[in-house]
């Protein structure tokens, strides 16, 4: 249950992460078209500027002027872009990191469930097969008891006369019966 819930969170990671992603590279697009039009309207201008130039030499310096503005402020913009892309990269790379450690730590997590869960259940089968074996035990003596077959403990069943003797008669017994 514990790896499901940290998957869970893992997944859910990742996909903040891509959308993160999907929003950046949305900003990055509109710069990119504010900067597409914005050089338009400023070459558009330098361009009306310039035909509008009855020749004299102060006119051609302001058109000039306007496009060394124009190709400035347009490198700031790619620089601007630039660093944003950076830091979108560097962004993901870093959720991206921990969404895998996130991930790491949730399957040693289970993995480690899993062990504990198999070391308890290994000693409840061994609990049990020790209750069963010593049960099993405890029914062989009431059974020897009741038919004369159980020993002083410390001598075996067919060293002791008597108990032989009761034996084979019970088995005699019981086959004359049975004949």
Known sequence: ???QNQSYRAGEARGQAEE???QMLDKTKNMKDQTSSYL??????AKEKAGRADGSQNQSYRAGEARGQAEEKTGQMLDKTKNMKDQTSSYLSEKAGMAKEKAGRAGQS???NVEIGNEKTGGVMQRTSEQVKSMAQGAAEKVKETFGMAGSGEEDEYEDED????STNAAATTTTTTS
């Open 20 to 22: 993160k992603t999907g």
């Open 1 to 3: 249950m514990a790896s």
């Open 110 to 112: 289970a993995k480690e």
């Open 163 to 166: 108990l032989r003797g009761v």
């Open 40 to 45: 338009s309207e400023k070459a558009g201008m």
